[in-house]
Nanobody
């Protein structure tokens, strides 16, 4: 069984930064991991993903150059550093495990990020 717990969200002004953490229990170090977000009335969006080794990353165009995903397998934790935040980044951010082929099988409850203008 895998449990994912996100933290680090909050209220920040536009242009500010936040660092999200996803602490995992169970098997995650040999799996790719991702960060998703969902804003009210919008579809869930894959924001960033990272391979098990950290050697390969993916970013949505909307966050490229502003967000950085990383992981520390010794701590079973995945991070999302978010800089130059915009009001449109406001959403519930969740992490998930990629079982393989972008099959996301375990999800956290999420952490709310609110960016004020």
């Amino acid at each position: 069984q895998v449990q994912l717990v996100e933290s680090g969200g909050g209220l920040v002004q536009a242009g500010g930064s936040l660092r999200l953490s996803c602490a995992a229990s169970g098997r995650t170090s040999s799996f790719a991991m991702g960060w998703f977000r969902q804003a009210p009335g919008k579809e869930r969006e894959l924001v960033a993903a990272i391979s098990w080794s950290g050697g390969t990353t993916y970013y949505a165009d909307s966050v490229k150059g502003r967000f950085t995903i990383s992981r520390d397998n010794a701590k079973n934790t995945v991070y999302l550093q978010m800089n130059s935040l915009k009001p449109e980044d406001t959403a519930l951010y969740c992490c998930a495990r990629d079982y393989g082929g972008s099959t996301w099988d375990y999800w956290g409850q999420g952490t709310q990020v609110t960016v004020s203008s």
